[in-house]
């Protein structure tokens, strides 16, 4: 294993880190020499059982912040900022911040039962799945913690160009996100800022767990997949580690599948 | 001049009808027999000018309802749809929804000036320009309206899948929009609906006047553009009248360019 | 039904015309008064059942001609070229080629049995269902037989950029088509010329049943299509014909789906 | 500089590696330990320099075969599939395929020169350009020299999905050579085969400088780039690495925009 992160003093901030794709990533990531920030936002049931994963992280040998609270609340934002500018000192980067954040609304849109989508719950998905993208990158950058070469990453999935049952509001949010990532891969540029968007194929996290007929979703998705298998984290987590490393930094404003091929059947 | 649809007791629901390709959509529809509903928000500096315009809607012979009010209020869009409900009576039908709104942001996203988005400039946006398309076909679903082959139509631009200058809020606005559609599409099929976007070319209408660096846009949109000249709106709402037809009813879920082939080059 | 083609002396010239979408395509357009050519490819077998067919045409009233020959061969195309010059005289004009052939190879690319895909499998999908398309064209551009404002029109599929097992000759031929037809869009609007593809979807046609695993094929598709059905050959004519509308004169350079939203799904 | 590749027994086989992105991947790989076999078709007055620059390969110590031959002939694929056969012996597995072969025609569609595509010029075009990465990967798959998780990887441009002046044969070739790439990416999955194209931002190469307009296009890539820059053969070669990476082996069926951003503009 090279840790070639290691020497640089590189941190990578990870928007909802405490399970899925999220925490597969701040692993790999780890396991390279990334020191870690995550944010996540979990209730005392879980709180065991997220420590001991906390915990492995740090047994790479990296450090590791964690901050439990809500990501789209402005002073949190600003907390969390400001207590990473001053653990950054002078030598800490942020070489990478990763968006995970999966809280959407998952009704349908005809009206015939209670269960439907109101304009409230668009606003709700749309801000955390989308717009934070947004507010986040802002608020590291006037604080001046970017890498000279960094890269913003945000996962999407195929549902952001497709119309699943029950999806809608989080399509909306996922084709906003890719929306709001090719801004930033335009108007960051000038700063040596990269952005891309993972389309991660279907994986089983918890996030899943949510969607109405997830099940027929996951067996058609094994049988749909040219691997014949589902998306784990850490297939994603390995190509977030490729995003962050130097060669990358020619790939911005793109949306790469990463699902085995799941896509093209 | 053929009216089909004069007989049929169709009509139009036209929000953001008083100005660019909303208005020339009226107008076109109207030729061809279709009753029209505009809503409308304008200031009495240009209530004249306006009137005018529906003076001449009127003179095809169509019945033409206009309301000056905000479309993403609850309430106007109660009372409208009420308002239509009795004015149809038993015999009319909504034939065609069309979404033609263009109230957004066109602030930057780096700050490094005061006009940076913010997290309530996008809310704005989206509730306007996207979601607003959610709720009207919502309302106008269970107030019954609906003709048994009914369309509902909305603009977006090739900017939803493009970084432009200032255009960040307004792309994920979009990209949104088109999701939006796309669930309309899949979820209201059982009932006869069919849901499409219309990606118009550059056109030189009030919206796009708005747009920062809107002279180099043009400018370059006439040079790129295979016939070498900007989108009208009557090319646009040549299509509108296009995809109301009985024919138009196997085309669903889609995004149609209407551009004289920008797109390609 | 009105005969809005008949007074304009427009010919449509139809490459596979004697069954499926490209037949559905000449009853559609006929029946608003178009002129017919019809070239296409047929045993004795069938010479019967076509000529009920081409019968049923005649009897709207328009002009039939028709050629059974194979499309790709030089002095056919010349030949048939002529034939029309003569016939339109000073009078008649092209106002729509329609691209409808389907003569590819439907062998897989893993070499594990004898049906695989070689280099000429390869070259001759791709001369009949994509370069034919350019070929034509240019026949009939340089005797100067295209209306002022024409459609050159061409079916491709939703397997253009998926992998469906055997499809890759067709697949490739599919997107290769797309992309002549994009080149036709730029290079010949200056004459006139818009240039389209239709991506009809799952049609049970003589093409289809062909394919390896059609009928799961077209569970799947009946399945997948939000109005629960598939496209039939009618669905598609019928875009044939509102894009040979004056209407659609600034849809240009697109490919445009017509399968009932099947796409999205 | 890690060299991962070395402890493997890792080749790959660049076709057209005597150049452009085809030799920067060369010396990319070579660097971190991959053997390489070159494929390249040149006439006696590049021998010199082109010799230069394999010498330069070999001193990074790995293995390099180079044969100057045309790669669309089976008998020059047959023999150096045989000679890469015996070079492997037992212990040599090849891990990349990578095509980079840019034979193509750019004359135009509209017949009012003479230099104008005919049927042939297409044929030729889509064997180089896209056929060939089928037949090339069949022998190799027959010779059983791929890895168990193997790559192939292939060239494509912006210019797939759009029109540009004398680029339409080019363009349909690089729209069927991603859906050969798909098709390997479906049916050759099973054997721990993935295809990806890798959709290369204008680069100032050989092939660039034969595009009719080739300095405008230069010139509107620069400013359109949001690092107002052209792509460099360098930042090709370096996601052509990481594809080759165990970590990219989700990757499978993808189109990959590698540069800086420029199509988002």
């Given at each position: 294993?090279?840790?070639?992160?290691?020497?640089?003093?590189?941190?990578?901030?990870?928007?909802?880190?405490?399970?899925?794709?999220?925490?597969?990533?701040a692993f790999k990531l780890a396991r390279h020499g990334m020191n870690i920030c995550i944010v996540h936002?979990?209730?005392?049931?879980?709180?065991?059982?997220?420590?001991?994963?906390?915990?492995?992280?740090?047994?790479?040998?990296?450090?590791?912040?964690?901050?439990?609270?809500?990501?789209?609340?402005?002073?949190?934002?600003?907390?969390?900022?400001?207590?990473?500018?001053?653990?950054?000192?002078?030598?800490?980067?942020?070489?990478?911040?990763?968006?995970?954040?999966?809280?959407?609304?998952?009704?349908?849109?005809?009206?015939?039962?209670?269960?439907?989508?109101?304009?409230?719950?668009?606003?709700?998905?749309?801000?955390?799945?989308?717009?934070?993208?947004?507010?986040?990158?802002?608020?590291?950058?006037l604080a001046g913690l970017f890498a000279d070469d960094a890269r913003v990453l945000s996962f999407t999935?195929?549902?952001?160009?497709?119309?699943?049952?029950?999806?809608?509001?989080?399509?909306?949010?996922?084709?906003?996100?890719?929306?709001?990532?090719?801004?930033?891969?335009?108007?960051?540029?000038?700063?040596?800022?990269?952005?891309?968007?993972?389309?991660?194929?279907?994986?089983?996290?918890?996030?899943?767990?949510?969607?109405?007929?997830?099940?027929?979703?996951i067996e058609q998705s094994i049988k749909r997949n040219p691997f014949n298998r589902l998306t784990r984290?850490?297939?994603?987590?390995?190509?977030?580690?490729?995003?962050?490393?130097?060669?990358?930094?020619?790939?911005?404003?793109?949306?790469?599948?990463?699902?085995?091929?799941?896509?093209?059947?």
């Amino acid at each position: 294993m090279v840790r070639e992160f290691e020497s640089s003093s590189y941190w990578a901030l990870i928007l909802g880190g405490s399970s899925g794709l999220g925490l597969a990533s701040a692993f790999k990531l780890a396991r390279h020499g990334m020191n870690i920030c995550i944010v996540h936002r979990n209730g005392r049931a879980e709180a065991e059982a997220i420590e001991k994963e906390f915990k492995k992280i740090r047994q790479t040998g990296i450090k590791l912040l964690t901050f439990n609270t809500d990501v789209v609340k402005a002073e949190s934002r600003e907390r969390i900022v400001k207590t990473l500018k001053e653990e950054f000192a002078s030598t800490g980067k942020l070489r990478c911040l990763l968006h995970s954040i999966a809280k959407g609304n998952l009704k349908t849109l005809v009206p015939i039962d209670r269960q439907v989508l109101e304009g409230p719950d668009f606003a709700l998905t749309l801000e955390n799945m989308a717009v934070s993208l947004s507010e986040w990158t802002k608020e590291i950058f006037l604080a001046g913690l970017f890498a000279d070469d960094a890269r913003v990453l945000s996962f999407t999935s195929e549902g952001a160009s497709k119309a699943w049952q029950g999806y809608t509001a989080v399509s909306a949010a996922k084709a906003a996100l890719e929306a709001i990532s090719r801004g930033i891969a335009s108007e960051y540029a000038p700063y040596g800022i990269r952005a891309n968007c993972i389309q991660a194929g279907v994986t089983d996290t918890l996030s899943l767990q949510k969607i109405p007929e997830s099940d027929s979703l996951i067996e058609q998705s094994i049988k749909r997949n040219p691997f014949n298998r589902l998306t784990r984290p850490e297939d994603v987590a390995n190509v977030v580690y490729l995003l962050c490393k130097d060669e990358a930094a020619w790939i911005n404003g793109s949306v790469i599948p990463v699902n085995g091929g799941e896509h093209i059947h």
